[in-house]
Structure formats: structure tokens, C-alpha cells
């Protein structure tokens, strides 16, 4: 018998030190994203101011409303009906009815008459009509813009602050026909003021501290109110829903003035009970209970030729 031939077969691995080309993408990625970001920054560095405040009065929104859905919202899944915004009657505690002079209207009479032009007056009623209605637009337009940036910094405000970012959701701001508002809202377990009396909450200080620096920016005037729940209250001395929301506004207010909101800035302070439930169907829902800040809305220039 002969010896068998016996075959040893040496397989050699391959390789695996090569991990394809997978890190060339990335890395490309990577090198297209810096490139934007140092494009992004050129364009800013080579913008004015002013075409930066153009832009970001291009893409502000004209209107913010905060109308929280779902059960998990102070509103409990309801919204903000129209009647909330009409006025049901108030218990007035402090209100001054001198509203800032308006001489933007004889400016531009004066300045026509200055340049050798013909009075307003003897101009066709129907341009007079015209030239005022866009007046009135553009100032309309203005005052919603600067709401708008108002109403975004507050919430920015709140958000920043650990003390009171919680709370976000029972701050409402939207712009009524009045002008901006803004309502500290009650919620079931965190009210704004102790029940039964005008004591603010000391959540609810710091929130009007931090509402105030940002309203101060602003020199429209302000209107403070106070809203309870439609059910029947008896305090001391006979005290109703209208005492107690016109002590809890004037709380806010002084609170207000001493964060350094000038007295001369506020217009109103009422008291308005249950008469302008936030939620109608539900008079005595937990969220009626607020505090409204009202920014108003300054009146246009008086029409060419109808000055007093």
C-alpha cells in the first residue's frame, strides 16, 4: 500500500483594515455644513441693522393668540369664545381719562403749508379720505408689529427665568381690538392670588415683575383687571366678586408700578366680577379667575381738515 498524499490548504484571510468609503461622506457633510455656517455668518456681518430689522419684520407674525387645546392646557381643551371680549360692566377703582396728546395731524398740516402747497382742506374729499385710510393702516400695522415682539419676549422672558417657566401656559397673550393682552390665568392647584383675598401668589409677583419689564419698553397705556368665576362670594364686610377683582387689579398694578412701570402709563384699573367669563360655557370654571394687562391701542391722527 503507498503512502497517501496528504494536501495542507492555507487559506488566507482577507483584510479588514479597509472600511470603505462611508467616513468620505460623512466628512463631506460635515464640510458642507461649516461652509454654510461661515456663509451664514458673512451675510449677517455684511447686513445693516436695518435690513435686519426688515427681516425680521417680514417673517413676525401679525397676531399672536395663545389658544392651548387638548385637556392638559389651563383651558382644559375649550378656547376663548368672542363674548369673553365684550364688555359685560366693571367696577372702576382708578381710571384717568386724559390720553396723550395727538399733534401728528397738525405736524403734517404745517409742514404742507411750510413748503408753499395748497391747505389740506382744498383737496378732494375722496384723496383726503384715501391718504388718511393708509395712515391709518400703516400705524395699525406698526402697533401690531411691536405687539408681536412684545408678546414674543414675554414668553422668552418666562421661559428664561426657573422660577416661573412653569407657568407659561397660564399666561395668554393675543391682540383684541383694544391692543394686546394678557392674562394671568388661574389653574386648578396654582391660582394667582390666595382665595378669597387680593394677596398675589409669589409666583404671580414674579410674573408681573417680569410682564413689566417688557410692557415698559412700550409707551402705550395700560389697562389692569381684575376677573373672578361667575359663582357668588361673601367676604369680610360684605365683600362680592366686584371688590375682590378690583383689589386683586389694584395688587397688580402696584406691583407693576414698583418693577418701574410709570404711574402716568396707567389708564385703568377695574374690577370686573364674572361678568367676562373667559370660558362662557363654563361660568365657574377655575380659568375665569385672571388678571388682564391690556396694552391699548393709541387712536390714529385725526383725518386732514377735521382738526380741533
Known amino acids: 500500500m503507498s503512502d497517501q498524499l496528504i494536501v495542507i490548504k492555507r487559506i488566507k484571510k482577507a483584510d479588514h483594515s479597509h472600511h470603505g468609503g462611508a467616513w468620505k461622506v460623512a466628512y463631506a457633510d460635515f464640510v458642507t455644513a461649516l461652509m454654510a455656517f461661515f456663509l451664514l455668518m458673512w451675510l449677517i456681518n455684511t447686513t445693516t441693522p436695518e435690513q435686519k430689522r426688515g427681516i425680521a419684520d417680514y417673517f413676525a407674525p401679525q397676531s399672536i393668540s395663545q389658544q392651548v387645546s387638548g385637556s392638559g392646557g389651563v383651558l382644559g381643551g375649550k378656547v376663548m369664545g368672542a363674548e369673553s371680549a365684550r364688555a359685560g360692566g366693571s367696577f372702576a377703582l382708578l381710571q384717568k381719562n386724559s390720553p396723550p396728546s395727538k399733534n401728528t395731524s ?6 404742507g403749508s411750510s413748503q408753499g402747497g395748497a391747505p389740506a382742506t382744498q383737496g378732494s374729499a375722496a384723496d383726503s379720505q384715501a391718504v388718511n385710510k393708509d395712515g391709518q393702516n400703516t400705524a395699525t ?5 411691536e405687539f408681536a415682539h ?3 419676549a ?3 422672558a418666562i421661559a428664561d427665568n426657573p422660577d416661573i417657566s412653569a407657568l407659561s ?12 393682552r394678557i392674562q394671568l390665568v388661574d389653574q386648578d392647584g396654582r391660582p394667582m392670588f390666595q382665595q378669597g383675598t387680593s394677596a398675589p401668589m409669589p409666583y404671580t409677583r414674579r410674573l408681573l415683575e417680569t410682564i413689566a419689564k417688557v410692557i415698559d419698553r412700550l409707551p402705550n397705556r395700560v389697562s389692569i383687571a381684575g376677573h373672578t368665576e361667575g359663582k357668588a362670594f361673601v367676604g369680610p364686610n360684605g365683600m362680592t366678586n366686584w371688590e375682590l377683582s378690583a383689589q386683586r387689579a389694584n395688587a397688580g398694578r402696584a406691583i407693576l408700578s414698583a418693577a418701574g412701570l410709570a404711574s402716568d402709563r396707567i389708564y385703568e384699573v377695574a374690577g370686573k366680577a364674572g361678568s367676562e367669563p373667559l370660558l362662557p360655557e363654563d361660568p365657574n370654571a377655575s380659568a375665569n ?6 396694552l391699548m391701542r393709541e387712536a390714529p391722527p385725526a383725518p386732514l381738515g377735521h382738526q380741533l
Open 106 to 111: 397738525e405736524q403734517t398740516t404745517q409742514n
Open 141 to 145: 400695522s406698526m402697533q401690531n408689529g
Open 150 to 152: 412684545a408678546a414674543e
Open 154 to 156: 414675554i414668553h422668552q
Open 169 to 180: 401656559k397660564q399666561v395668554v397673550v393675543d391682540q383684541t381690538p383694544d391692543g394686546m
Open 289 to 294: 379667575r385672571r388678571l388682564s394687562i391690556t
